[in-house]
């Protein structure tokens, strides 16, 4: 059974930078496509960035392109969101996904494993 825990969130001024990591356990990740998705209070959960399975492709949503940076180490079975001059708007529970596929879908539901949430905070 996949595990994703998420960790890195926390407090922090507009302007500043976290970087979110999300690990996996039970298995490898190495072949499949990760993601990172947010929800803030009373809004439908957004997709924030998408990585293939290798790194080799890269897609972010147009609010953050520019400002945020997925990556992954599958030799350490984990992915991460670098957040740099974080804003107000940014501020929401962050969670990671895994789908059964090697390219990030176009589609929501195929997402299949979700980790449990890092909340991140930012103050103005």
């Known amino acids: 059974q996949v595990q994703l825990v998420e960790s890195g969130g926390g407090l922090v001024q507009a302007g500043g930078s976290l970087r979110l990591s999300c690990a996996a356990s039970g298995r490898t990740l190495s072949s499949f496509a990760m993601g990172w998705f947010r929800q803030a209070p009373g809004q439908e959960r957004e997709f924030v960035a998408g990585i293939s399975w290798n790194g080799g492709n890269t897609y972010y949503s147009h609010s953050v392109k520019g400002r945020f940076t997925i990556t992954r180490d599958n030799a350490k079975n984990t992915v991460y969101l670098q957040m740099n001059s974080l804003k107000p708007e940014d501020m929401a529970g962050y969670y990671c996904?895994?789908?059964?596929?090697?390219?990030?879908?176009?589609?929501?539901?195929?997402?299949?494993?979700w980790g449990q949430g890092t909340q991140v905070t930012v103050s103005s």
């Open positions: 996904a895994e789908v059964p596929a090697r390219e990030v879908p176009t589609t929501e539901g195929a997402w299949r494993y």
